[in-house]
């Protein structure tokens, strides 16, 4: 195979990113359009890229990360890789779609936060800062037919991959560790107008929602980022085989202000018992993250979620709506609270001046082969119970409702529990259509 490399002295730079990025501009004019990065740096002599600069992909561009381990310099506010068109003047229109990116790893590749900066999504902004989105390790735009795969993430800076209206995308093989827990390290968000993306083989740990996707249609991200043409949904998108350990979620399904999210497939999803504990392995829709409303009947649909592994807290937490869907093979063991729930507290959050509750709308939805064999071991966790009252667990929990909410052929089929625990425990709006 034939590549250019940033350590050809006539690519060499005064810096790191400046020799990757002449290799890679090279690349984009000539009829080699592969850069292969080493492990050696010849520049410095180190088996080490600094980045100080983010380093812009243009289209029909293969970057290999060959072994190679490259962090980014303290207090920057860079990404590693961006596509080129991002933040110019064509940005989100259609002859700013970028197409054929691909970031592939061989052996240990590492992409790596060092020491980190200052930037946090409230300093996002001001005092001179940028957008928070600097943070991220690799942010596409606007971009068609990609491929991220085989690569370490170290110390997540804020979300390490950022795709915002990117389509048919293939995100394989990739492994996560914060190190050090800070505010929303996410392994992989899909944001507004993603559509048909492979996810698939996704481990390690981190802070926040490992794999998270988010149609948030009244985010200031529509009006400024939404590509001319494009809807801010998220749909067609496959996510297989993720084993990690969060804070959060391990998948995350979210749309509100009337954003759809439909055609999502989820399958193997597994809470290893790390240190930290997801709050749910699996959540479909929250009545919070809105403007002016969460997710109503019809907006979240055609959702397919098969095998999910919890060992904390909660397993599969639905919200807001969901109809036209099928939910199966769902285990809830160790110290988890339930399989099934809408469990939210109700309460008002400061930092986000919004009110958070639970509670869902649902409409021809089936779940089968649903088992409960945890101990209920999180009872005075405010996210999880209201602290003093006694939950002696269920596969079911639909103490959450809101006065609107209802269930309407919606179907329980096939639901264990261990001996003494009661196969649901629900408010007086609901009544769970169990056929076993």
Not at 61 to 68: F, G, M, N, S
Not at 156 to 171: D, K, S, Y
Not at 178 to 184: A, C, E, G, T
Not at 381 to 407: C, H, I, Q, V
Request: hydrophobic content about 35%; aromatic content about 10%; overall charge negative.
């Amino acid at each position: 195979m034939q590549f250019l490399s940033p350590n050809d002295p006539k690519f060499m730079g005064k810096t790191d990113s400046e020799s990757i990025q002449n290799a890679i501009n090279a690349a984009e004019s000539g009829p080699i359009r592969t850069v292969s990065i080493p492990r050696f740096c010849a520049r410095t002599g180190a088996e080490e890229w600094i980045i100080d600069k983010s380093i812009l992909l243009p289209s029909n561009i293969t970057v290999i990360l060959d072994d190679c381990h490259l962090t980014l310099k303290k207090d920057v506010y860079e990404n590693v890789f961006r596509n080129k068109n991002m933040y110019t003047d064509i940005s989100t229109k259609a002859e700013g779609k970028q197409r054929g990116i691909r970031i592939i790893g061989f052996g240990n590749a590492i992409i790596d936060g060092g020491e980190g900066n200052d930037l946090t999504e409230a300093t996002s902004m001001k005092d001179g800062r940028p957008s928070i989105r600097n943070n991220n390790f690799i942010l596409l735009h606007n971009v068609d037919d990609y491929v991220i795969e085989n690569i370490t993430f170290l110390s997540m800076r804020w979300w390490a991959i950022n795709q915002i209206c990117c389509t048919h995308g293939r995100l394989e093989n990739l492994h996560f560790d914060n190190v050090k827990l800070i505010r929303n390290q996410d392994g992989i968000d899909l944001r507004i107008g993603c559509s048909h993306i492979y996810i698939n083989n996704i481990s390690g740990r981190c802070g926040d929602d490992v794999v998270a996707l988010s149609a948030f249609a009244g985010s200031k991200e529509r009006e400024l980022l939404l590509v001319e043409g494009m809807e801010p949904d998220i749909h067609d998108v496959t996510i297989k085989n993720v084993c990690a350990d969060t804070n959060y979620s391990l998948v995350a399904i979210r749309n509100t202000d009337g954003a759809k999210m439909y055609r999502i497939f989820v399958e193997n999803i597994k809470d290893p018992g790390g240190i930290y504990g997801p709050r749910s392995v699996v959540r479909i829709g929250e009545n919070l993250y809105f403007k002016e409303r969460s997710s109503i009947l019809g907006e979240t649909h055609d959702i397919y979620v098969k095998g999910v592994y919890s060992k904390n807290r909660l397993t599969v937490v639905i919200g807001g709506s969901l109809c036209d869907s099928h939910i199966s093979d769902i285990y809830a063991d160790g110290t988890s609270m339930s399989a099934i729930s809408t469990y939210a507290i109700d309460t008002y959050l400061e930092q986000k001046k919004m009110y958070c509750w639970g509670g869902v709308t649902m409409q021809n939805v089936v779940f089968d082969n649903i088992h409960y064999n945890g101990t209920a071991g999180h009872q005075n966790e405010e996210w999880m119970n209201k602290p003093g009252t006694y939950f002696p667990g269920a596969a079911l929990d639909f103490r959450s409702m809101r006065d609107e909410d209802y269930f309407k052929n919606v179907i329980f089929r096939d639901v264990f529990t261990r001996e003494g625990i009661e196969p649901y425990i629900a408010c007086d709006k609901v009544t769970p259509d169990i056929r076993n």
